[in-house]
Each structure stands twice: as C-alpha cells, then as structure tokens.
C-alpha cells in the first residue's frame, strides 16, 4: 500500500548561529516542503527518484535491498557511492543505513519505489535535506533528530519545523531540543517580504566562521533572547525593525562583517535582515509592496515571496 509523508520547510527569523550554542530562535514552517511516496517494489531492489518543483527528475537511483542487511551496511557506509562521485547517493544511503540501525525492523527483505517531490526549488535554502531526513524518520518510525544528528548535524531547528505547523521557539538545552508552538502572526506581515539572493549559501561555512570569532558566548545567548522574545510580544511595524537591526549588527559584530544591507543595499528606505546562513538564500525586507519589489527588481533579485505565501499560515487550536 502506498504510503505519502510530508515535511515543511523552514525560515530562521532569530538565532542564526547563535542557536548552535543554545540561544533560542524564532523559526518558521513554510509553505513549501518535501514529499516522500513510498510504494511496494515486486523486486528485491528499492527505486528511488527524485523530482524537482517542476516535475523533473533530478536523481535517481537504484540498489539491491541485500544493502540494508548488517554486515553490508557496517562494511559499506556509503563509500561505494563516494568511490564514484556519487555524494548524493552516498548521502541517501548514511540517512537509510543510520534510520535502518535506528530501528532494525526499516527496510526488511521487501523491495520499494520511492519518490521524494520537492515544491519550491532545491537551491532556495528552504530544507531540502531537513525535509528529506524527517520523512524518512516518519517512514522508518525513528526519532528525527537523532536521525539528523547521526547524519548531516546542525543546530535541529530545521527538522523541528518540518513537523509543526505553526511558528516555533527552538533551543538546545544540554544538546536536547527543546520546541515551543508560538503564537506569532504580526499584524503588519502584508510589509514583510523574503527576496531570494540568488545564491545558495554553504552554511557550514558560515558556522566556521562564527566558530573561529566567537568570544563571549553567554552575552550572545543573552541578547539573542531578549531579541527573540521581544520580537515575539511585537505588534508595531517600527518596533520590529529596530529589533531586527539589533539582531543584524550583533551577529555582524561577532562575524567581523557587515550586515547585507550595508553590503549591497545601502540605499534601501525599509530594513534588510539576512536569515540563516549570512550571504545567500533569503533574506526578509520591510516595507510598502510597490516600492520593496521595484526596488530589488531592478538590481536584479526577480524572486520576492509575501510573507502570506512564504510562511505557512495556520491557525492554533
């Protein structure tokens, strides 16, 4: 019987960085995700595909289901994949083998076809691996966090938005996330926009730098907090750009660099803030429709998402 499981992708509004070493972030579930549809395979082998937000394949693999058994997996690790330049199969195969150790009962003698469908493009930075990892927790009926850290790492709070569907709070407590559902719908969201930088940002890059220039973590974690609580209880427009500006030149401070707006949008009458990962992906920009998308269009930054149709939008109940 055919199985569908779906996971949203996600937005870091507060935290960036600073989440990694227990500061709590503001995240936000997108409307756009990742789906995995998995279905019986009459053969001993497991098809998988992938298909992009335009319908298209854009990796496919086949592999014999003798792979899973123990003695393969312990001795394999991926390195077959690796030896042909194959990183993605490689990385498939670590996520199945760890899922599958996590729960030795996942993928036992039966052959599948599975079909991972992407709705927004793979290089916007939304969480096309988070997605992925946390469907195939659902499929294998394993902890998704743990799935992730014994996999790709990371801070988690991608993977604690691919399961909710509402804004979260996201810290890590003695390496443990802790999650809270927040009640964060700003009266003033039809000013707040995502422009996508044309570029996809390594973020372990970024998190190297932030290693190396790190001095005083406590103080960090302190501000961090008090912004992210801030932004929280915000319900005027003005309010929430200064903590914005706040957040950007305190990250800016600790990574030695200037904030994007200071970098390539000096001239722009509104805030500009970088989410996530610092030089690519989205960032949000406050401001009135008309003058936001004329703007940014005619630097070139054509892709420039409402905040309507970027965050999921529900209701708490």
Not at 51 to 68: C, P, R
Not at 119 to 133: N, Q, V
Not at 141 to 156: A, E, Q, R
Not at 178 to 189: A, G, I, S, T
């Amino acid at each position: 019987m055919k199985k569908v499981y779906y996971s949203n992708g996600k937005l870091l509004l507060s935290g960036e960085y600073a989440i990694l070493d227990g500061a709590m972030g503001l995240a936000l579930p997108t409307s756009f995700g990742q789906s995995l549809i998995v279905s019986p395979n009459n053969s001993p082998e497991l098809h998988w595909e992938s298909i992009d937000d335009k319908a298209k394949l854009w990796y496919s693999l086949t592999l014999n289901m003798a792979v899973f058994s123990a003695d393969e997996l312990m001795h394999n690790q991926g390195h077959y994949f690796k030896t042909k330049g194959d990183t993605i199969g490689a990385i498939l195969l670590q996520i199945l083998g760890e899922a599958k150790k996590l729960n030795p009962h996942f993928l036992q003698n039966e052959g599948y076809k599975v079909s991972t469908v992407l709705d927004f493009p793979k290089d916007w930075g939304l969480g096309s691996s988070s997605t992925l990892i946390n469907n195939i927790a659902s499929w294998a009926g394993v902890d998704p966090f743990l799935l992730s850290i014994n996999t790709l790492g990371g801070s988690g709070y991608d993977i604690a938005c691919a399961g909710s569907n509402l804004p979260i709070t996201y810290r890590l407590e003695n390496e443990t996330p802790k999650v809270e559902k927040v009640d964060f719908d700003p009266p003033f969201k039809n000013k707040l926009f995502f422009v996508y930088l044309n570029q996809k940002q390594n973020s372990r890059e970024g998190i190297k730098t932030y290693r190396n220039r790190l001095k005083n973590t406590h103080s960090l974690i302190t501000n961090v907090d008090q912004i992210t609580n801030s932004l929280l209880s915000c319900r005027e427009l003005s309010l929430f750009e200064s903590l914005l500006q706040e957040h950007e030149l305190l990250i800016a401070s600790v990574l030695q660099t200037k904030p994007v707006k200071e970098k390539l949008f000096k001239d722009y009458q509104g805030v500009v803030k970088s989410l996530g990962a610092w030089g690519g992906d989205f960032l949000l920009a406050t401001g009135s429709e008309a003058y936001l998308k004329r703007y940014f269009n005619n630097k070139g930054y054509k892709t420039i998402l409402p905040y309507s149709e970027m965050i999921l939008q529900k209701n708490l109940s």
